[in-house]
């Protein structure tokens, strides 16, 4: 067998070899769609207290609204980057599910998406909801949640999450008001309700913890 084509055939094994990582590596990062039975719903308790920090010119008072812990399928999931507050407390996003929502996550397409810190879903025809209890079923048994790490630990652990993952979460619902030295000041508010919908809805979660199941 002449050199030539045996380089070829290397060559093209090389080939090979970097289109499967790279198919590899889109698919880990985007995740899969799956669907999980009995993910039981948030747990949300009374707490008082917070905390005190410095981010992207800020300074950051975290007030607790209610001890939360929440396990969920992850059915999408955004990252934010950039240099602004909202990216520099809380990177990532993730759109969470549990009960029947969970369960039909393959049965039904959601046809989830966010953007621009909200979630959205949409099915091709309304009565697909049924088994998850209508529109009101999806969004009591579903959620937006912008995850603010306790630290660099976990922080490195939130940037981790994809769709498809079962995760618990726990730590804080909060609210953040933050200040710059000019006088500057950012707020951000989360909701303590599963029940709300639109703007305001989304839960703001102050991450002490987090694990995959």
């Not at 025809?125 to 937006?144: K, M, W």
Request: glycine share 12%; with cysteine.
């Amino acid at each position: 067998m002449g050199k030539n084509r045996i380089s070829g055939y290397i060559r093209l094994a090389v080939f090979l070899m970097i289109v499967l990582a790279c198919s590899g590596y889109m698919i880990w990062n985007a995740g899969t769609r799956r669907a999980i039975t009995g993910i039981r719903g948030p747990i949300q308790e009374n707490a008082e207290g917070g905390e005190t920090l410095h981010a992207a010119g800020y300074a950051v008072d975290i007030k607790y609204l209610a001890e939360y812990d929440i396990e969920g399928l992850v059915v999408h999931r955004k990252k934010y980057g950039g240099d602004g507050i909202g990216a520099a407390l809380a990177p990532v996003d993730a759109a969470l599910a549990w009960g029947e929502v969970a369960e039909y996550n393959r049965k039904i397409d959601f046809h989830w998406k966010q953007s621009g810190r909200w979630y959205y879903w949409r099915v091709d025809d309304i009565a697909e909801l049924a088994p998850v209890g209508g529109e009101a079923g999806l969004n009591e048994q579903s959620s937006n949640n912008h995850l603010v790490p306790a630290n660099d630990n976990i922080r490195k652990k939130v940037k981790k999450i994809r769709r498809g993952d079962h995760i618990r979460i726990k730590g804080y619902l909060a609210d953040i008001y933050a200040e710059k030295s000019d006088g500057e000041v950012f707020t951000w508010t989360s909701s303590t309700s599963r029940t709300d919908q639109g703007d305001g809805a989304c839960e703001l979660i102050y991450v002490t913890d987090i694990e995959w199941i």
